[in-house]
């Protein structure tokens, strides 16, 4: 063995995870990880599959049958969604206001599609008149939109967004990464044909599956492809041959993350969907009223802010990256800086599931009076 391989004991150090995610986990979940392995086509697991599925139905709020937890991060569920929906050549309509709207173009322009962006100013929303203005020269196949677009803390309104989608014959689909267990999300009641979400933001999980929904609409598209889908791993026919009655093996599920998911998702709905968003909504009021009182602004405007992602400008004069790097070290809690454009600019202060509590907000406070 080389002298310089010490195999020393593996310890991270104890952090309060209040970035853009991943969150703090409940002891619960980490218990629900450290429980035996059976196999993947193991009666047993494919009972905690099921449950899963009925979990995540009632999360989303959907009755569609084809819900379940793909086995790979929030990205892959937007690759997912986009690979199954589009051939090449079709077109698709999708809103930009931020790093994962951006993100989606790239992923839609990989798989052939034309793609007609919608843009809005980082920290505004995509407003239903833009789509609908794009609606008007173009026949897209799908209309895209981020509820939750965590690079800048806003909300987008997404009910007037799916009626425009319907009307002009198009599906609709929706980035929940951050928005799925932290504030309201009726795919059902809201016309949403295909939606991805991550399982390390609101549901307080680790990050490693991507929860996924496609609507009847939605599989009847997949079902007319003239080419088959160009990812053999994301293909959803196959995909649902192993969540569904078959069980065909596709792939290996990795037991020990859905595991943590069934743990997580108890406890979502053990809470109460409702309970849960008003926590968001108190725990966020509690973070603003206390950096408007010490001259915080915010990005965003009241109207569309996220509890769960609080966008807020960095003082003038203040070393950001050195700020953010004392609070992890001598503090131990973490948050994020600005992307793109907003690099520099902002903190992210995430109140996602387990990190959002009143603790979390007092202790940051506390931390951040003493560093600036
Ligand atoms: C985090 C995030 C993603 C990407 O998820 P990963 O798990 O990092 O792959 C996509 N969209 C939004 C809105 C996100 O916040």
Redesign the pocket.
């Known amino acids: 063995m080389p002298a310089a391989l010490a195999l020393k004991p593996l310890s991270p150090p104890k952090r309060r995870l209040m970035g853009?995610?991943p969150s703090d986990v409940s002891p619960r979940v980490l218990q629900a990880m450290a429980t035996p392995l059976v196999g993947h086509l193991d009666p047993a697991f494919l009972q905690i599959m099921d449950e899963i599925r009925a979990m995540l139905r009632a999360v989303m709020k959907t009755a569609n049958e084809l819900t379940f937890a793909l086995s790979?991060?929030?990205?892959?569920?937007?690759e997912a969604c986009v690979v199954n929906l589009i051939e090449p050549g079709d077109e698709i309509v999708i809103g930009v206001n931020?790093?994962?709207g951006t993100?989606m173009c790239d992923v839609a322009e990989r798989a052939g599609a034309r793609v007609h962006r919608v843009e809005a100013p980082w920290g505004e929303i995509i407003t239903p008149e833009a789509i609908a203005g794009a609606l008007n020269h173009c026949r897209p196949k799908a209309v895209a939109v981020?509820?939750?677009?965590?690079?800048t803390g806003v909300r987008t309104p997404l009910e007037e967004i799916g009626g425009l989608a319907r009307q002009a014959g198009a599906l609709f689909l929706v980035?929940?990464?951050?928005?799925l267990a932290g504030i309201d999300l009726r795919v059902d009641e809201w016309g949403i044909d295909a939606l991805?979400s991550?399982?390390?933001?609101c549901l307080s999980c680790p990050?490693g599956l991507?929860p996924v929904t496609f609507s009847v609409r939605a599989v009847e598209a997949m079902s007319r492809r003239r080419s088959k889908c160009q990812s053999w791993y994301l293909d959803s026919a196959l995909l649902r041959s192993y969540w569904g009655q078959e069980r065909a093996y596709h792939h290996t599920a990795p037991i020990t993350m859905n595991y943590a998911l069934h743990e997580a998702l108890r406890i979502v709905l053990e809470e109460g969907l409702d309970a849960r968003f008003a926590r968001h909504r108190r725990v966020h009021e509690r973070l603003r009223d206390a950096l408007e009182a010490m001259g915080f602004s915010f990005l965003v405007a009241p109207e569309h802010r996220l509890p769960q992602l609080n966008a807020v400008r960095v003082p003038e004069g203040i070393d950001e990256a050195a700020a953010r790097r004392r609070l992890l070290e001598e503090f131990g809690i973490e948050i994020g800086g600005g992307l793109g454009a907003l690099r520099g600019k902002i903190w992210r202060i995430g109140l996602m599931g387990e990190s959002a509590t009143g603790e979390h907000v007092d202790s940051l406070l506390d931390a951040l009076r003493r560093v600036l």
Do not use: I, L, N
């Open positions: 853009p995610g790979a991060t929030g990205s892959a569920g937007m931020g790093v994962f993100r981020v509820h939750a677009e965590t690079s980035d929940a990464v951050t928005s991805y991550g399982t390390q933001k990050p991507s």
